[in-house]
């Protein structure tokens, strides 16, 4: 019971295909995970092994084609569509390994609308103020004070690094997704962003990364391989 | 709430939605352009027969009725039936004065009573001259005004007309000469504008007043009487003065037809009454013939339906013929409906095939804007997923793309009105510029383009010059430069070219005349201008349309976004 109540994030039996034209590929062939409270979990794979495909599932942007993944016991895919918007809102936040903001909005922006998703027309008129003063703060604390009205055109790749990840941790998600958050990144702004990780980390929150890189990886606090569609 | 924010900020960010709103814009402009003058044209001549035809007519063959008094009474009688008014139809011919010889046209004549015919129809309105638009003709005649020869006609014109213009309004003494029997020099004949052919419209659609050589003159009617029994008589003709022109809007109409008063036609026709004569032995039988009149204009009371109006004439006459038995068989009863059904069922016909045409249109700006925003939503799939894996549900993202499309057509639909107000309110000045002043425009344009394209070009050089030998330098500062010199090289062209137009007038009035563009020539038309005005209930359907389409238009992009897969979404290049 008390290991149930641990593991935050559970897959079971994750299958995924992709089907390219005629032909089938079979990129996770039966992945079992648990991610515990409050760890720092590394993911290891070589390229095109499918670490991004299994983050994407954890983190319910996509659907597997076979095998579940529990949300603190309860699976995430069963739920209805609107449930799976606010799980991929509130409960997991996402670092992709390309930043992906929004290329319109100033970097407090697209911290702030993250923060806008969930919450009704009525609700968010009430606690905007609140929110983007969290969002503010938020960036400050990475660094970012000075650059809160820049669009991601004018930052740097570590600026635009540390602005997706202000935006997946402003819902104060239970997990956090991280896609080669260095990947982009030269050794002194990925350490960086490690160091961010580090101190997240510290304050309890639970980290999922997926790297290649071994260097990367010895941060956290367990390293798994994917390895042909496998976790090893 | 981030929806609203996310519609703002791609509005404000990308040339999509300028190109889908140009798109909304010009879809309701040039509906409500087509709309505002083919309507416009059909509204001005259903306008002018409204203008022309009185509600109910009661009329026989060209021989006439008699008992028109009795009947006119009766009519006035009815609690439908506002104003009735006699008038007398027939044909003959009008001898207008010329430089050398009479010119002679036929005509349609109304005998009328102005009086009680205005209460009819509004013919006074349609009268052409009134105070302000003769005098300026008076003054011209004014140089003849000493003329020695008393007998000279410009000099009695002129003595006439000045005579007319110091009674007060012109309009109301037309109407009253009109209206009595014998009034001086001679009876009044109102003549539709465009009988006498010199009376010639210029490209601006006005009449040309100095061409004008009927108003304040004799002319003279010709008619053919007939008698009770259809008989032709000997012709009758008499010289009347021209105390206005009338015009309808309907060239067919003003054309042909003259207005004299009732009495002075009654008596040319022989259609007074008169002692009975025996043809055989050429003697008074001792009764009398009754003046006849060949029909009755009848006007309803405000908010009398049509037909019932016409039921309550129909059987006031059925009475009269009971009480006057030769008047059967002779009278017809009719509106002006069934009077002009062809024209009527044309129009209807008109309207319905442009409402198919824009049933197309619509469907072209239809499928015009659905492509803007399927491109737009393209250009946005990465954000799409972005949106998506952050959490935000398909309906969300459909009503991104939704909400687009409202305030793109709410702002495409308002701007294409405004364009739309701006060319049809303008249209006629638009038509009299590129008729008039196209070929000096254009030698401004190509005087502009030939020193400015130079010019341009040499600066490209040097930009491109500079750039290379001072790559740290100040781009802004030598663009400013470079706007500079072009702007005074352009002040100098327009100068310089101003004033060689100037010393050279033969030239700028060739190069109108040679470079011109008549979308329409108010001067053969049968109207005189473009209609130029939006009728409110078009804009009421047109741009709430405008607005619904451009928002079915981006419904299937919205659900094509919609249903994106985020990570598909997120990896699209
Ligand atoms: N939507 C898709 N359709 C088809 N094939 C896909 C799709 N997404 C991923 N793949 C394929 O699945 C495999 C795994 O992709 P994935 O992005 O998960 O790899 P990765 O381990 O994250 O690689 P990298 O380290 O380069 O990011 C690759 O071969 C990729 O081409
Ligand atoms: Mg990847």
């Not at chain 2, 781009?475 to 430069?481: I, T």
């Amino acid at each position: 019971m008390a290991e149930a109540r641990s593991d935050i994030l559970r897959a079971t039996g994750l299958h995924k295909h992709y089907r390219l034209g005629g032909e089938d590929l079979h990129v996770l062939r039966g992945v079992d995970l648990a991610v515990r409270h409050g760890e720092w979990l590394a993911i290891l794979g070589a390229s095109g092994s499918g670490k991004s495909t299994l983050l994407h599932l954890l983190g319910g942007l996509d659907r597997p084609s076979r095998g579940e993944v529990q949300f603190t016991g309860q699976s995430i895919f069963a739920m209805s569509n609107g449930a799976l918007d606010r799980y991929r809102n509130q409960q997991v936040g996402f670092v992709f390994q390309f930043y992906h903001l929004l290329p319109e909005f100033s970097a407090l922006e697209n911290v702030v609308v993250s923060a806008a998703i969930t919450p009704s027309t009525l609700s968010w008129l009430r606690m905007r103020r609140q929110r983007r003063q969290e969002a503010a703060e938020l960036l400050a604390r990475l660094g970012l004070g000075e650059r809160l009205k820049h669009r991601p055109a004018k930052l740097s790749g570590g600026e635009r690094q540390r602005v997706a990840l202000a935006r997946a941790l402003i819902n104060q998600p239970a997990v956090l997704l991280a896609d080669e958050p260095t990947g982009n990144l030269d050794a002194q702004t990925g350490g960086q962003i490690l160091d961010l990780l580090r101190d997240l980390h510290r304050q309890g929150q639970t980290i999922v990364m997926v790297t290649h890189d071994e260097k990367v990886a010895v941060a956290a606090d367990r390293r798994l391989h994917l390895e042909a569609g496998r976790l090893v | 709430m981030y929806k609203l924010q996310i519609i703002l900020r791609y509005l404000r960010r990308r040339i999509m939605p300028l190109i889908a709103m140009l798109a909304v814009m010009l879809c309701t402009a040039m509906v409500l352009i087509v709309l505002s003058i083919m309507g416009g044209f059909l509204n001005m001549m259903t306008g002018a027969l409204q203008r022309l035809e009185a509600d109910v007519t009661v009329e026989a063959d060209i021989t006439g009725f008699p008992h028109y008094e009795a009947l006119l009474a009766d009519f006035q009688k009815l609690p439908e039936v506002a104003a009735a008014s006699p008038v007398i139809r027939s044909f003959g011919l009008v001898s207008l004065p010329g430089e050398t010889q009479r010119a002679t046209y036929p005509v349609e004549i109304l005998g009328v009573d102005p009086a009680s015919l205005n209460q009819v129809v509004p013919f006074e309105s349609t009268l052409f001259w009134h105070a302000s638009n003769i005098r300026q003709w008076v003054d011209l005649l004014q140089p003849f005004a000493d003329q020695e020869a008393p007998n000279d006609p410009q000099r009695l014109r002129y003595h006439t007309l000045k005579g007319w213009l110091d009674q007060g309004s012109f309009r109301q003494l037309t109407m009253a000469l009109l209206g009595s029997d014998m009034p001086k020099p001679a009876p009044a004949i109102v003549m539709g504008i465009e009988v006498n052919p010199q009376n010639i419209r210029d490209v601006y659609g006005h009449y040309d007043i100095l061409n004008n050589r009927t108003i304040g003159s004799p002319v003279t009617l010709t008619v053919l009487p007939i008698s009770e029994h259809g008989m032709p008589q000997d012709p009758e003709a008499r010289e009347v003065t021209v105390v206005n022109d009338f015009k309808s809007g309907l060239y067919e109409i003003d054309r042909n037809r003259v207005f004299v008063p009732f009495k002075l036609l009654q008596s040319m026709l022989k259609m007074t009454a008169a002692p009975q004569i025996n043809m055989d032995t050429g003697k008074p039988t001792g009764r009398t013939i009754a003046a006849r009149a060949s029909m009755i204009l009848v006007k309803g009371k405000a908010g009398v339906p049509l037909e019932q109006l016409h039921e309550a004439v129909r059987h006031s006459v059925r009475r009269a013929i009971a009480d006057y038995p030769d008047l059967n068989g002779r009278l017809s009863v009719s509106t002006w409906r069934e009077r002009h059904e062809k024209f009527l069922n044309a129009v209807a016909n008109e309207r319905n095939l442009v409402t198919f045409l824009f049933a197309v249109i619509s469907l072209v700006a239809f499928v015009m804007i659905a492509l803007v925003f399927y491109m737009i939503v393209l250009e946005k799939t990465r954000d799409i997923g972005v949106l998506r894996a952050l959490g935000a549900g398909q309906l969300g993202i459909a009503g991104i793309f939704l909400g687009y499309g409202l305030i793109i057509g709410i702002l495409g639909a308002l701007l294409g009105l405004a364009v739309a107000l701006a060319i049809v309110t303008n249209i006629n000045q638009i038509q009299t510029f590129l008729a008039t002043h196209l070929g000096v425009t254009t030698f401004y344009v190509g005087l502009e383009l030939a020193l400015g394209v130079p010019v341009a070009a040499v600066e490209a050089v040097v930009w491109w010059r500079l750039k290379r030998r001072y790559p740290d330098g100040r781009p802004g500062v030598w663009a400013a430069w470079m706007a500079g010199v072009l702007a005074v090289v352009g002040l100098i062209g327009l100068a310089g070219g101003f004033w060689y137009l100037h010393d050279h007038t033969s030239l700028a009035t060739w190069l109108d005349a040679t470079i011109s563009w008549e979308m329409w020539r108010p001067d053969v038309y049968y109207l005189d201008r473009i209609p130029s005005q939006v009728a409110p209930v078009d804009i009421a359907w047109v741009v709430p349309l405008s607005i619904v389409c451009s928002v079915l238009g981006s419904l299937i992009p919205a659900i094509m976004a919609a249903r994106l897969n985020p990570v598909e979404a997120l990896r699209y290049e």
